[in-house]
């Protein structure tokens, strides 16, 4: 079982950044990706970014791109999300999550952290 535990959410204003940091630990698939998601209120889960293991190709929403930055350290197994010109319609629930291929990671990930809050004010 590999388990991911977020960090780094909060209350900004808009226009200002946040970093989110994910920790996974126990059995991690060898090569794994690692990606974000996000739930905002009334809204569905949407993919937000991610990123394989060598950490040199990576994917964004298009809502994001431009704006957030998705990296990694995997001798940490650790990926973290820069956020940066936040908007008020950022606000959502972040979950990290890793699965065996970017593909996977980008659609049905297998494994899900709890989640962040970030809230952006107007």
């Known amino acids: 079982q590999v388990q991911l535990v977020e960090s780094g959410g909060g209350l900004v204003q808009a226009g200002g950044s946040l970093r989110l940091s994910c920790a996974a630990s126990?059995?991690?698939?060898?090569?794994?990706?690692m990606g974000w998601f996000r739930q905002g209120p009334g809204k569905e889960r949407e993919f937000v970014a991610a990123?394989?293991?060598?950490?040199?190709?990576?994917y964004y929403a298009d809502s994001v791109k431009g704006r957030f930055t998705i990296s990694r350290d995997s001798a940490k197994n650790t990926a973290y999300l820069q956020m940066n010109s936040l908007k008020p319609e950022d606000t959502a629930v972040y979950y990290c999550?890793?699965?065996?291929?970017?593909?996977?990671?980008?659609?049905?990930?297998?494994?899900w952290g709890q989640g962040t809050q970030v809230t952006v004010s107007s």
């Open positions: 990123i394989g293991w060598s950490g040199s190709t990576t």
């Open positions: 126990g059995r991690t698939p060898s090569g794994y990706a």
């Open positions: 999550v890793a699965g065996r291929a970017l593909v996977v990671v980008r659609t049905t990930p297998n494994y």
